[in-house]
């Protein structure tokens, strides 16, 4: 390596900048009646493209308590939010100043169980409450779309345990 090329790629180091941190959080929803699952999604403000609620570190507040801040402030909802991360993404994000950086998304599960009629940013995105599958196919990062898929399956397989055990002991032992 030419001593050109190495001064060339030691500022091209220099310059990489690390990937900005978020934390985001996939917000479902299981529906009493029918037992269908439902995610939530809500427009950028910006493009308009599908995406989770996300947003920035905040001081004295761990990971999954801003995914579920960030969840209340653009969507208005309220619920459980796991200390584990369910994965990450990343994905480019242009600023204020018109410099785009590469965010990661830190990505949390949020049951959610309440619904505010008022909140920071109502108004000024559109919410739905989609499947799993369908939310797989708008979402623009294929590492968010895999996120979601592969939490479906968590989730389905947690909810059948869960209804295996509510089956009373007489009805499993007659069953085999």
């Not at 619920?79 to 965010?103: F, H, N, S, W």
């Not at 959610?112 to 799993?132: H, L, P, Q, Y």
């Amino acid at each position: 390596m030419t001593l050109l090329a190495r001064l060339a790629s030691d500022v091209q180091l220099m310059f990489r900048r690390p990937p900005r941190q978020q934390y985001g959080a996939i917000c479902y929803r299981v529906k009493k009646k029918s037992g269908d699952v439902e995610v939530l999604l809500l427009t950028s403000r910006d493009t308009g493209r599908w995406v989770i609620p996300k947003g920035w570190p905040m001081n004295g507040k761990c990971a999954h308590e801003v995914a579920a801040q960030e969840a209340l402030e653009e969507a208005g909802v309220r619920g459980t939010v796991e200390t584990e991360t369910l994965g990450a993404y990343t994905y480019p994000k242009m600023l204020r100043d018109g410099v785009q950086v590469i965010c990661k998304v830190q990505v949390y599960a949020l049951e959610v169980t309440d619904m505010a009629k008022n909140f920071k940013e109502k108004g000024e995105r559109t919410i739905e409450w989609v499947s799993f599958d369908e939310a797989a196919g708008r979402v623009h990062e294929p590492e968010l779309r895999r996120l979601f898929l592969a939490f479906k399956q968590k989730l389905t397989d947690r909810l059948a345990v869960k209804a295996v055990k509510q089956i009373p002991a007489a009805k499993q032992i007659s069953a085999k």
